[in-house]
C-alpha cells in the first residue's frame, strides 16, 4: 500500500518534470534562492552551517515547491523572527546592509510567489510577462531602498529617536494599510 | 408609473475580481511588521515592512472592473484531412488596467494537431487592447474538430486580485474527408429507362447537341467536330445535354465502427473508409449529371435526398461530417432499423458496409430480392481483428474470418456484387455486373 502510494508519487513527479518548462521552473528557482539567502542573512551566523539550518532552509525552498500555500507566509514570519532572535538575543547591530537585503529579498519572493501560484509549471511563458513583473518589483524595492536609507540616517542623527521614527512610520503605515482593507471591502 | 429599470447582470453574477492569497500574505506581514515595530520601538522592523506596503499600494491604486472576453477563432476557409488550420485565441482587456498575466488554455479534438495547444499560454494584455495566441497545426482527420472549450484567468495589480475563470464554449472547425480518386467507366444500369421523354437541361454525355465550342483539356477526342474545326483551323467540340438521369443511393452502414482510425496519415478504420468513399462516388456520379442521394443504416436513418449538381456534392460533404457510429441496441429486426419506402425501385444502391453485422447482410439480401440493383462496398480494414484476450482469440478471429468469407459468398450467389473499396476503379467490374443484371427481365 504504501509502496504503492510511493510509486505513483514518483510517477506524477516524472510525468511533472517532463512537462515543466523553463519560466516557470526558473520564477520558482528564484522563490527558493531569495528565501535561502533571506534566512543566511536574518539569522545569526554562528547558525549557518550547523543541523538547526537545515529546517530553515526546507522551509526557505517550500514555497517553491507549493507556491499557492501559506508555505511563503510562514517563511517570511521566520526570516523575521530569525532577524529578531539575533538582534535582540544575540546582541548584532542594525546594519543598513541587512535590513536593505531581508526587506529586498522578502518582498522578491513574496512578489514571485505571488506570480509562480497564477503561473502553471507547463507553460508557454511570454516573456514580457515576467520582464514587466520584474520591473515592478525592481520600483518598488528601489523606492523602498531609498525610503530605508534615508529613514536610518534620520534615526542615526536624532540618536536615540528611533522609537520616535518607528512610532511616526508605523501610524503611518496603519493608516495606509487602514485605508487599503477599506477600498478592498468597499469593492467587495 | 415609472417602468422598472433592467437588472445589470453584474447585480447577480457576484464579483468577478478576487482577492489572491498575496494579498492576504502582503495585508498580514505588513500589519505584523508594523505592529512590532511600534511595539518594540524597532524602526528597522517598520522599513523590513516598507517594501509590502509600498508594493501593495502602488498594485492597488487602480482596481479592475470588467472581466477579460476571450473569444476563439478558427478560420473559415475549406479545410480538407491533412490541410492546414489556423486556430487562434484572443483575449481583450476592456479594463483601463493591464492585465499582468493571463492564463490561456484550451481544449482541442484528438484529431487536430495544434503547436502547443496542450499547454496554457501565460500573456499580458495592455488596458484597452488585446493579444491574441496562435494555434497553427493540421487537421488529421475529417468531422467537426473542436476548438475549445477555452478558459482565460486573470492575474492583475501585480498578483493581489485575480478573476474568476472565463470560459468559452468550443467552436468547430468543418475538416471535410479527403476523397480518392474514382472513376467508373461502366454505364449506369438503370440509365436507358430513366431518359423518357424528357431531355436533361445539364451538359454531359448525351445524344442531344447543346452546341459547338472549342476544345478543352478533358474532352474526349470523339467528341471533335471535324468540319467546325476545319473550317476555323482550331480544333472545336459538339457539346451535348446529358441524358442521364439515374438515381445512386448511397447506403452507409453505421451500426458500428471497427478498427483504429489514424487520421489521414495512417489506417483507416470502417467509418474513415465509408466516409472517403462516400465523397469520392458523389463526387463522380454528381459530376456526371446524376441525382445522389444518401441514407445511414443505423439507429437515426438520417437522411438525405436525392439532388444533383454542385451544390449536392457540398451538401453531401457536410452531411458526411456528421457521420458517427449509430448502433441498434437489443433489436435483431431488421425491419425496425431500416424501412425499403426510403429506397427508389430505380436507383443504383451502393452499400458501404463492414459486413461485421448479421443485419447488414441480411439487408442487403433484401435489397436485392426486392428487385433494387444492389453493390456492396466492403469497408473492412484488411487487418482488422478484436483484441487479443487469450490463447484461443487467433483461433477465433480466423473462425470469424471463415465465417465472414462465407457470409460474403452466400450474397454473391444472390447476385450481391461484393467489392472492397480501393480507390480509383474499384468498382467498374461489379458495375458492369449489375448492367449487366438490369438488362435482364425484373422481377422474379
Redesign the interface.
Known sequence: MMAGSVTNAVAAARAVTA?A?G?PFLVRCGIGISGLLAMLVAWPVSLTGTQYFIPLTLLAVYPAVVP?G?G??LA??VV?TG??VD??GYGAS?ELWR?LS???L??LG??L???A????Y?????L??VG??LL??A???L??AV??VV??AL?ADLAGG??L???L???L??V??TV??A??LR?? | MVPPLPPEPEQFAG?A?V????????????????????A?????????????????????RR?PRSAPELTIATGDEHIVEGGHVDASLTVTNPDVIAY??V?V?TRTSPWLKLE?AD??????VPPDGWHAVDLPGDANRWGRQDVGPAAA?V?AC???L?CRPVVVPARGVRVYPVTDPFKATEAMPAAAGLVGNHRSRRPGEGGELAGVRPFAPGDRLRRIDWRVSLRTRDLHVASTLSDRDAEVLLLLDVLGEVGRSGGVAGGASVLDTTVRAAAAIAEHYLQRGDRVSLLEYGATARRLRAATGRRQYLTVLEWLLDVRPDPVEGDDDYANVFGFHHVSSDALVMVLTPLVDPRSADMLAQLTRSGRYVVAVDTLPPDAAPGNRGQWTPLATRLWRMERENVLGRLREHGVPVVAWAGSGSLDLVLRDVARLASAPRGR
Open positions: 512537462r518548462t519560466t499557492r501559506r511563503a507566509t517570511a514570519m523575521v532577524w529578531l538582534t535582540a542594525v535590513v531581508i526587506a529586498s522578502l518582498y513574496h512578489t510567489t505571488a506570480l501560484a497564477v503561473l502553471p507547463d507553460a508557454v511563458v511570454n514580457e510577462v514587466g513583473w515592478r518589483a520600483a518598488v524595492l523606492v523602498s525610503l530605508t529613514t536610518l534615526s528611533a522609537f521614527v518607528a512610532t512610520l508605523g501610524i503605515g496603519a495606509g494599510a487599503l482593507i477600498r478592498l469593492r467587495a | 464579483p475580481w482577492p489572491t492569497r498575496a494579498l492576504g500574505r502582503a495585508v498580514l506581514l505588513t500589519g505584523l511588521l508594523l505592529l512590532l515595530g511600534v518594540l520601538g524597532r524602526v528597522d522592523l517598520v522599513l523590513l515592512a516598507a517594501p509590502f506596503a509600498i508594493g501593495a499600494a502602488a498594485s492597488l482596481m499582468d498575466l492564463v488554455r502547443h499547454r496554457p499560454f501565460a500573456i499580458s484567468r492575474a501585480g498578483g493581489l485575480a
